[in-house]
C-alpha cells in the first residue's frame, strides 16, 4: 500500500508541475534572471568579463535598436530576461549568452484564401474575406506559440467556414456585418493567449455557382412581372372606376354628352387634318336608344 501511495504522490506531483507550466504568465516581470543556476551564472560572469576585455569594439555587438513599432524579446542562457520586451530605442545584450527576437507591433492585413461553403440550406459558396490583426503581447507571442502569424491565418480560414456553415443563403448575403463582428469575436478569444489582437474582419465577395445564378435570375424577373401585371391591373380598375363616375355625371345632363362630343370631334380635326367628319346629330342616337 505505501509503494502505491508513494507513486500515486509522484504522479499527482508531475501532473501539478506540467499543469503549471502550461499557465505560466510571461507577462511578471519578476520572472526572468532567478534560477540561471550556478552555470548560468558563471557564464554571465564570463560574457561580462569579454565585454570588458573587448571595449569599446564590444560595442558594436552589444548595442541593439529597435524601431518605434517593434519590441524585442531577449533571452539569456535559454531563459526570459526579467522585464519583459525592450524596446523602442536603443538596448544592451551580452555577448555570446544573450538571443534577442523582433517583433512587429503594426497592424497586419491579409486575403483569407477564397473557401468553400455549404451553407445550412445546402447551397455551396465561395467566400473571400479579409483580417486585420496585431500583436498585443510580444513575448506570448514568441513564448506561446511558434508562428504567430501563420496561426492566426490558419484559425481564420477554419472559423471563416464553421461560422458561415451555420447560417443560410440569405443570412449571409444580408448579415454581412453581423457575421463579420461575430467572427473577430471569436478569433479575438482564441488568438488572445497567442498575444495577437483581431482588429477586424471583413466578408469581401460571396460567389454563388452559376446554374444558382440564373435561377436566382429567373426568379426575380418572375416576381418582377408579377408585380407589373398586379400594377397594370391595379390601373385597369382604376380606370373603369373613373369611367364609371364620368359616365354617371355625364347621363344627368344631355347637354353634358353634346359638349364631350364636340370636344372629341375637335381634337380629332386639330391631329389629322384631311379626315372629313359628318357629325351625327345626338337627338338621333338618343331616340334610337330609347327605341
Known amino acids: 500500500m505505501t509503494k502505491v501511495d508513494s507513486k500515486t504522490t509522484e504522479m499527482s506531483t508531475e501532473a501539478v508541475n506540467v499543469k503549471d507550466y502550461q499557465n505560466i504568465d510571461y507577462n511578471d516581470d519578476n520572472r526572468g534572471d532567478t534560477g540561471l543556476g550556478l552555470c548560468g551564472w558563471v557564464l554571465t560572469i564570463f560574457s561580462l568579463l569579454m565585454f570588458i576585455c573587448t571595449f569599446p569594439l564590444s560595442l558594436f555587438f552589444t548595442l541593439k535598436i529597435v524601431q518605434e513599432y517593434e519590441r524585442a524579446v531577449i533571452f539569456r542562457v535559454g531563459r526570459l530576461v526579467k522585464g519583459g520586451a525592450r524596446g523602442p530605442g536603443i538596448f544592451f545584450i ?152 364620368a359616365s354617371d355625371v355625364i347621363s344627368e345632363s344631355p347637354q353634358a354628352l353634346q359638349l364631350r362630343y364636340l370636344q372629341t370631334l375637335q381634337t380629332i380635326s386639330a391631329e389629322k387634318n384631311s379626315t372629313i367628319i359628318f357629325p351625327l346629330p345626338i337627338d338621333m342616337l338618343s331616340k334610337a336608344l330609347s327605341k
Not at 506570448?140 to 472559423?159: F, G, P, Y
Not at 474582419?201 to 418572375?222: G, N
Request: hydrophobic share 45%; aromatic share 4%.
Open 94 to 245: 551580452l555577448p555570446c549568452i544573450d538571443n534577442y527576437l523582433k517583433v512587429d507591433l503594426r497592424v497586419v492585413s491579409f486575403d483569407v484564401p477564397p473557401q468553400e461553403i455549404l451553407t445550412r440550406d445546402s447551397v455551396t459558396i465561395t467566400v473571400d474575406a479579409v483580417a486585420y490583426f496585431r500583436i498585443s503581447n510580444p513575448i506570448s507571442s514568441v513564448c506561446n506559440i511558434e508562428d504567430a502569424q501563420r496561426s492566426t491565418k490558419l484559425l481564420a480560414a477554419t472559423t471563416l467556414r464553421n461560422e458561415l456553415g451555420t447560417k443560410n443563403l440569405s443570412e449571409v448575403l444580408l448579415e454581412r456585418d453581423t457575421i463579420s463582428h461575430s467572427i473577430q469575436q471569436i478569433l479575438d478569444a482564441a488568438t488572445d493567449p497567442w498575444g495577437v489582437k483581431v482588429e477586424r474582419v471583413e466578408i469581401k465577395d460571396v460567389r454563388l455557382p452559376q446554374m444558382l445564378q440564373r435561377a436566382m435570375a429567373a426568379e426575380a424577373e418572375a416576381s418582377r412581372e408579377a408585380k407589373a401585371k398586379v400594377i397594370a391591373a391595379e390601373g385597369e380598375m382604376n380606370a373603369a372606376r373613373a369611367l364609371k363616375e
